[in-house]
T-cell receptor, first 116, second 114 residues
Framework: AQSVTQPDIHITVSEGASLELRCNYSYGATPYLFWYVQSPGQGLQLLLK????DTLVQGIKGFEAEFKRSQSSFNLRKPSVHWSDAAEYFCAVGSPWAGNNRKLIWGLGTSLGVNP | DAMVIQNPRYQVTQFGKPVTLSCSQTLNHNVMYWYQQKSSQAPKLLFHYYDKDFNNEADTPDNFQSRRPNTSFCFLDIRSPGLGDAAMYLC?????????????FGPGTRLTVT
């Protein structure tokens, strides 16, 4: 079955510390991979995406993610967290055959808290 | 700036009273999605339009309907809201091309059912 797992429901880090949010997926082929961020009461904003090519992708707000095929993972990282990064983070995957399936499979999200 | 707009941002309706939420986009994307998101949960896809082609999720209640009169607008109709329908409703769009179909979200409409 196709699924996305975000093992950490909630993480708290200190401002300035590094961050890694985990995402593992189960899919029949290498899917398209996405990370979204959601601030309280807001919609979701795309942080970064991976379709093919370089397995280390850069996104907005200083985030990056690394695709590891052998581990079926797409972990999100940031070297130095800012208080404004406190939010909910969702990992999502989609079919590489976009013409047949335009839907995303979502993880349950990781809530990030930032201590001053 | 090109964007996805949802109106209203907050909607209060009474139990059983029909309500319509609207979404518009200036991105000229061919796919529009409606999601329901409850507190501390992932978004749940209700349905989506690929151009004029309507695609309903199997577990979407019949109480939820959608209309897409043109490329730019999409509406979510809840015919008889129940207390369990109180949630954030998110509209998203994407442009499905080979190699790219990330979704862009509006700010959401928070629905309260009294």
């Amino acid at each position: 079955a196709q699924s996305v797992t975000q093992p950490d429901i909630h993480i708290t880090v200190s401002e300035g510390a590094s961050l890694e949010l985990r995402c593992n997926y189960s899919y029949g082929a290498t899917p398209y991979l996405f990370w979204y961020v959601q601030s309280p009461g807001q919609g979701l904003q795309l942080l970064l995406k991976y379709f093919s090519g370089d397995t280390l992708v850069q996104g907005i707000k200083g985030f990056e993610a690394e695709f590891k095929r052998s581990q079926s993972s797409f972990n999100l990282r940031k070297p130095s967290v800012h208080w404004s990064d406190a939010a909910e983070y969702f990992c999502a995957v989609g079919s590489p055959w976009a013409g047949n399936n335009r839907k995303l499979i979502w993880g349950l999200g990781t809530s990030l808290g930032v201590n001053p | 700036d090109a964007m996805v707009i949802q109106n209203p941002r907050y909607q209060v309706t009474q139990f059983g009273k029909p309500v319509t939420l609207s979404c518009s986009q200036t991105l000229n994307h061919n796919v529009m999605y409606w999601y329901q998101q409850k507190s501390s949960q992932a978004p749940k896809l209700l349905f989506h339009y690929y151009d004029k082609d309507f695609n309903n999720e199997a577990d979407t209640p019949d109480n939820f309907q959608s209309r897409r009169p043109n490329t730019s607008f999409c509406f979510l109709d809840i015919r008889s809201p129940g207390l369990g329908d109180a949630a954030m409703y998110l509209c998203a769009t994407s442009r499905v091309l080979a190699g790219s179909y990330e979704q862009y979200f509006g700010p959401g409409t928070r629905l309260t059912v009294t």
